[in-house]
Nanobody, 124 residues
Framework: QVTLVESGGGLVQAGDSLRLSCAAS????????MAWFRQAPGKEREFAAG????????YYADSVKGRFTISRDNAKNTVYLRMNSLKLEDTAVYFC?????????????????WGQGTQVTVSS
């Protein structure tokens, strides 16, 4: 069983940067493709970014492309989401998710493991 714990959320102003972390335990992290999803109030959970288990491939939603960067450190069993130029519409609960030995998928249903989420609030 893989446990994922997010951290790094908070209240920031528009234009600021933030880095989220997701620490994994209980599994073989280097074999798990990881993704960040986000869910704003009243909206469905949506894909933000993903990275393959090899680390060779990264994918981004159009809404965050060029502003967010996903990365992983297998030695620390951690995946990161660097968020720059934050906008009001980036306000959401951010979740990390994982799936063994796969490519990166954009549907929440494709992931087996989830963290509890971390709140990101962007103010004007």
């Amino acid at each position: 069983q893989v446990t994922l714990v997010e951290s790094g959320g908070g209240l920031v102003q528009a234009g600021d940067s933030l880095r989220l972390s997701c620490a994994a335990s209980g599994g073989t992290f280097s074999r798990i493709s990881m993704a960040w999803f986000r869910q704003a109030p009243g909206k469905e959970r949506e894909f933000a970014a993903g990275i393959s288990w090899t680390g060779d491939n990264t994918y981004y939603a159009d809404s965050v492309k060029g502003r967010f960067t996903i990365s992983r450190d297998n030695a620390k069993n951690t995946v990161y989401l660097r968020m720059n130029s934050l906008k009001l519409e980036d306000t959401a609960v951010y979740f990390c998710a994982g799936r063994y030995y796969s490519g990166v998928y954009s549907r929440p249903a494709d992931y087996n493991y989830w963290g509890q989420g971390t709140q990101v609030t962007v103010s004007s």
